[in-house]
């Protein structure tokens, strides 16, 4: 695909997910996309820093302990698409609040890197003092 496909492809999954109605938010674009064999990672140096191998582990491990610690399904709001090559780089900003009561709205740079249409790696840049803060240590870190 090329690089404007490609970008319209992650306009087209972020414009899905981030509906402000949390019962039409569909990630179904989002998780055919998503390679079986992708990886995702958690870029810095705390306990959420690490490499999720393979859509099971992103779709469970990564994304389904954020789902268990939000309100409503994770929202997250793209402004920003650049397009290279088979990258396609995202700025966003999140919309979400903890069943504690606090707001995670975390700034977010998602650098994709596609394949024939395929998500095959994430690299996510984000606050990692404010994903801690409002998500907690991810489990069993060290």
Not at 91 to 119: P, W
Request: hydrophobic letters at 40%; proline letters at 1%.
């Amino acid at each position: 695909m090329s690089p404007l496909e490609n970008k319209k492809l992650m306009q087209e999954i972020f414009a899905a997910a981030g509906s402000a109605d949390s019962a039409v938010r569909d990630r179904a674009l989002f998780i055919a996309t998503l390679a079986d064999d992708a990886t995702w990672t958690v870029t810095g140096q705390y306990s959420w820093s690490r490499t999720f191998s393979g859509k099971e582990s992103i779709l469970s491990d990564l994304h389904g302990h954020v789902r268990s610690r939000l309100v409503d399904r994770a929202r997250t709001l793209a402004h920003r698409f650049i397009a290279e090559g088979d990258y396609v780089v995202v700025e966003a900003k999140g919309d979400n609040l903890t069943r504690d009561g606090v707001r995670y709205d975390n700034d977010y740079c998602l650098v994709f890197r596609l394949d024939g249409g395929r998500i095959k790696e994430v690299r996510e840049y984000c606050d990692s003092v404010l994903t801690e803060k409002a998500l907690g240590k991810f489990p069993g870190a060290q």
